[in-house]
């Protein structure tokens, strides 16, 4: 598997952000973010302290309120009154006693309650038989509503419930008195009960003005955006220090800034006092470090960058230069050279590229040279097998005419042979297509001298391809070998086609398409025998030739001739 490729600048850019960007990003957001962090932990330590103070001062003044509602139990004449209301529901009582019971829970019980805290409201008193009584530590003469549901009201039932202990009742209305303006209080209940039989006597109820708790709030100093709730036993909201969209806290989580919460619960009424600290408050301490540490990672980067980003280019630049040189070498330019400036390692990488540059050449040079003195022997020792071959065949011909008596055909026959060998003799290794077709042509004439009517000859060059260079004597074996195993053998006449046309190669250049086609003896290719120097010469010539750029493909069959196609690319490239 192949490791991914990761340019030098790339590497750079790599360091500059582990050594530069990570810690200039460190700076920037990550020590903010942390100093938040300590700040936030530091201030819900310190805002839990003061909700212990906090807590032990509304504490107290519940404690005050329950107080309130266990003042009948000091005094037996209240006591007794409250026995006889009770007793009244099952047997008759007579009016001086319950005048005597009315007297006391309307004058007696009120002084009971002068010495308690100014800040209570009032206390209500239901007694068993349905009479209420209600004491107004205003000294106002409040009346109490006769058409009120008493016990059927929510905190009336939670005083029964709580069975002698006390009921801390959350915010309600005071709408069981007869006020222009019904306020909001908050109250403790307590059902009194006879402490001999235990049977229920009355409910008692001090109420309280939330104002109170805002007033005991507001001693305590907390962060300017923290609000501060108090919730009852069901998360029921009983005091906000701010206006709250519904009347349940958990919406604060919904609201466009989040805050982070410290709860302490009042142990005796199970409330909750919650400070919601803004996390906006909280971040805005550290705002001058975001402020300054993004400055800072502004300017340190583009400062950086600069430098960064010049002196890679200065270091780079070389490298460049050089991958430039050895793809020009690479095509094939030995010419070109790195320009060697300074004494640095990129200026000794340089010079050493020269100087491997200049090696190369001369190795390149010198294995060129072997290479075509080899290539040259191979093509000398190819073409000179078909010399003999040639003469073979020829002076074999040159006999068949002499036995039939032939002279004057046979002198024609020597003057063509004459011609042939002057050129065959020559000292070039190449010819031209049209060279070659010639020399067939009188290769064909002195076998037509010698066959007569059982031979005829075409010949067909495109005038495109005269030009067209090509070993000598390449295709000339073919059609001696189409005569001499493919016509000589058949009784019949025969014709063999000698062609060379130029066609696509669907690449946007053109490839020569030779065939050579007789209708002849023909054979099978599958038994055709090595031995045969003409066929196997020729595919030895093209393969030096033309290496990659050639296909010889031959089909023949027994009775029906042989054909022979041989097809030259030039590989997109314009053909010589």
């Known amino acids: 598997m192949n490791k991914p490729f990761l340019s ?45 103070g906090l807590t032990g001062n509304i504490q107290t003044y519940l404690d005050d309120l329950e107080r309130v509602t266990i003042s ?191 709860t302490r619960e009042i142990p005796t009424s199970s409330w909750e006092i919650t400070v919601w600290l803004s996390k906006a408050e909280l971040a805005s301490k550290v705002h001058w470090m975001k402020v300054t540490g993004a400055a800072f990672a502004v300017g340190g980067v583009l400062l950086t960058f600069f430098l960064f980003f010049a002196y890679s280019r200065t270091l780079l630049t070389p490298f460049k230069e050089m991958i430039g040189v050895m793809r020009q070498v690479q095509h094939g330019n030995m010419n070109k050279r790195v320009r060697v400036q300074g004494q640095d390692e990129v200026a000794q990488l340089g010079s050493v590229l020269n100087r491997m540059i200049d090696q190369l050449d001369e190795l390149i040079i010198n294995e060129f040279r072997t290479k075509l003195n080899l290539r040259d022997a191979e093509f000398r020792a190819l073409q000179s097998q078909i010399h003999p071959h040639f003469l073979y065949n020829s002076l074999n011909a040159l006999v068949s005419l002499n036995r039939k008596g032939e002279r004057a055909l046979l002198e024609r026959s020597i003057v063509s042979l004459s011609g042939m060998l002057r050129y065959i003799l020559t000292s070039q290794d190449s010819c031209t297509l049209e060279e070659e077709f010639s020399i067939i042509r009188k290769y064909g004439e002195l076998m037509s001298l010698r066959f007569s009517d059982r031979l005829t000859m075409s010949i067909d060059l495109a005038p495109g391809l005269a030009h067209v260079r090509m070993p000598k004597l390449l295709l000339q074996p ?99």
């Open 72 to 262: 009948p139990y000091t005094n037996n004449e209240v006591m007794n009154s409250l026995k006889l209301k009770a007793r009244s529901l099952r047997s008759p009582v007579d009016d001086y006693s319950k005048y005597k019971a009315d007297y006391t829970l309307y004058h007696t019980l009120p002084n009971l309650l002068v010495n308690l805290r100014k800040d209570i409201l009032g206390t209500l008193l239901v007694t068993i038989d349905g009479s209420v009584y209600y004491n107004d530590s205003s000294s106002q003469l409040t009346e109490v509503r006769t058409d009120y549901p008493y016990t059927e009201s929510s905190w009336y039932q939670e005083a029964v419930k709580a069975n002698g202990r006390v009921a801390f009742v959350t915010v309600h209305p005071q709408d069981y008195l007869k006020l222009s303006a019904v306020p909001d209080v908050f109250s403790v209940a307590r059902l009194i009960k006879d402490p001999d039989s235990r049977q229920p006597l009355a409910v008692i109820m001090a109420d309280a003005d939330t104002v109170i708790l805002d007033k005991i709030v507001r001693q305590f100093s907390f962060n300017v955006n923290s609000i501060v709730t108090i919730t009852d036993k069901d998360h029921k909201l009983i005091y906000s220090n701010t206006s709250l969209s519904g009347q349940n806290p958990e919406n604060l989580q919904d609201r466009q800034h989040s805050y982070v919460s410290v």
């Open 478 to 576: 073919l059609v001696e070998n189409a005569i001499i195993h493919g016509v000589e053998p058949c009784e019949h006449p025969c014709r063999v086609a000698v062609s060379a046309e130029a066609v696509p190669d669907g690449t946007g250049g053109e490839k020569i398409v030779i065939r050579i086609v007789d209708d002849g003896m023909g054979f099978n290719p599958s038994q055709l025998k090595d031995q045969r120097v003409g066929l196997n010469n020729v595919k030895e010539r093209l393969a030096l030739a033309f290496p990659d750029q050639h296909e010889f493909h031959l089909e023949s069959r027994a009775g029906q001739g042989t054909s022979i196609t041989i097809t030259i690319s030039a590989n997109g490239k314009e053909l010589p």
């Open 8 to 52: 030098i600048r790339v590497k750079l850019v790599l360091l500059y952000s582990l050594t530069i960007l990570l810690p200039v990003v460190i700076i920037a957001f990550v020590m903010p973010s942390y100093y938040i962090k300590i700040i936030t932990a530091e201030t819900e330590k310190l805002t839990n302290e003061t909700l212990v």
